[in-house]
């Protein structure tokens, strides 16, 4: 048998790799099960992003790790604060070719000259996120 992570709870309950990429298999776990299997996993995340870290310290220091390795990217974008650009954009193909600054990004811009009129436009979204206590 080939060594696996698995993930153990405090119950000493074991959760294979395989066990938590079926979908099936966490989603027939019972609210008890799921409550201590993610805690387990969110104290794992912490010492994951370490790992990481030093992972990628080491490749920028050129250290050789076997069967990792750096891949570029590209990205493609606009200068965002060209004018002449946005000018240009908006006389051909019209207000739809620009985009408006985050509420962040405007008062950082303008201070909090541009909050009075900011508080006329923000639509607010709210979002669920998990909390663990």
């Not at 294979?16 to 409550?35: F, G, I, N």
């Not at 207000?95 to 909050?115: A, C, H, N, Y």
């Amino acid at each position: 048998m080939a060594n696996e992570v698995t993930v153990i709870n405090e119950w000493g309950e074991a959760y294979t790799l395989d066990m938590l990429r079926d979908k099936k298999t966490v989603e027939k776990m019972s609210a008890e099960a799921l409550h201590d299997l993610a805690y387990a996993i969110k104290s794992l995340k912490a010492p994951m992003k370490n790992v990481e870290e030093a992972v990628k310290s080491k490749l920028d220091e050129g250290v050789e790790i076997k069967g990792i390795t750096y891949t570029e990217t590209s990205k493609s974008m606009l200068a965002s604060d060209d004018e002449k650009l946005k000018q240009a954009f908006v006389k051909k193909y019209g207000w739809d070719s620009v985009q408006v600054k985050t509420p962040t990004q405007l008062k950082k811009r303008f201070g909090t000259d541009i909050e009075e009129d900011l508080e006329k436009v923000v639509v607010y979204e709210t979002q669920k996120r998990v909390k663990y206590e």
